[in-house]
């Protein structure tokens, strides 16, 4: 053996049973946190009732409507969604659950009508899900 073997093999002392063992834990650890990871994104990227707002018009300083699509896997489940009209501070000036009645089609167009504190200028949908 060398002199540069022998300062090599003392700086890089060979792999011990507990190394291996710290390192397979370890490995397993982070497998596991990339699986649920991974789960938990495909769950929520499908979630079972999704909303968007199409179009809306503000055709008052009182009254704004809108136009909702909800998107639910099972058309026969009845849903809520919580709606929200903005003013141009961006306080809100009015709220509301909308029901979603069940139905036939996945996709369900839904016009409501919100009565607002001030002049609205945006609605957004807070969220949606399945009704109880």
Same mark, same amino acid.
């Given at each position: 053996?060398?002199? +540069?073997?022998?300062? *090599?093999?003392? =700086?890089?002392? /060979? =792999?011990?049973?507990? +190394?291996?063992? !710290?390192?397979?834990?370890?490995?397993?650890?982070? !497998?596991?946190? *990339?699986?649920? %990871?991974? %789960?938990?994104?495909? %769950? /929520?990227?499908? @979630?079972?009732?999704?909303?968007?707002?199409? #179009?809306?018009?503000?055709? #008052?300083?009182?009254?704004?409507?809108?136009? !909702?699509?909800? $998107?639910?896997?099972? @058309?026969?489940?009845?849903? $809520?969604? =919580? %709606?929200?009209? $903005?003013?141009?501070?961006?306080?809100?000036?009015?709220?509301?659950?909308?029901?979603? @009645? @069940?139905?036939?089609?996945?996709?369900?167009?839904?016009? *409501?009508?919100? #009565?607002?504190?001030?002049?609205?200028?945006?609605?957004? *949908?807070?969220?949606? $899900?399945?009704?109880?």
């Amino acid at each position: 053996m060398t002199d +540069d073997e022998a300062r *090599i093999r003392a =700086r890089y002392p /060979r =792999r011990t049973t507990a +190394d291996v063992l !710290l390192g397979g834990i370890a490995l397993v650890g982070v !497998l596991g946190a *990339i699986a649920v %990871v991974l %789960v938990t994104g495909l %769950v /929520r990227a499908n @979630p079972p009732v999704v909303a968007m707002v199409r #179009s809306f018009e503000v055709v #008052s300083p009182t009254v704004m409507e809108a136009e !909702l699509v909800v $998107q639910r896997k099972d @058309p026969s489940a009845a849903a $809520q969604c =919580r %709606v929200f009209a $903005q003013a141009e501070s961006y306080e809100r000036v009015a709220e509301a659950t909308i029901d979603v @009645p @069940p139905g036939t089609e996945t996709l369900t167009t839904v016009d *409501i009508s919100l #009565s607002t504190i001030k002049e609205a200028t945006a609605i957004e *949908i807070e969220y949606c $899900q399945l009704s109880d």
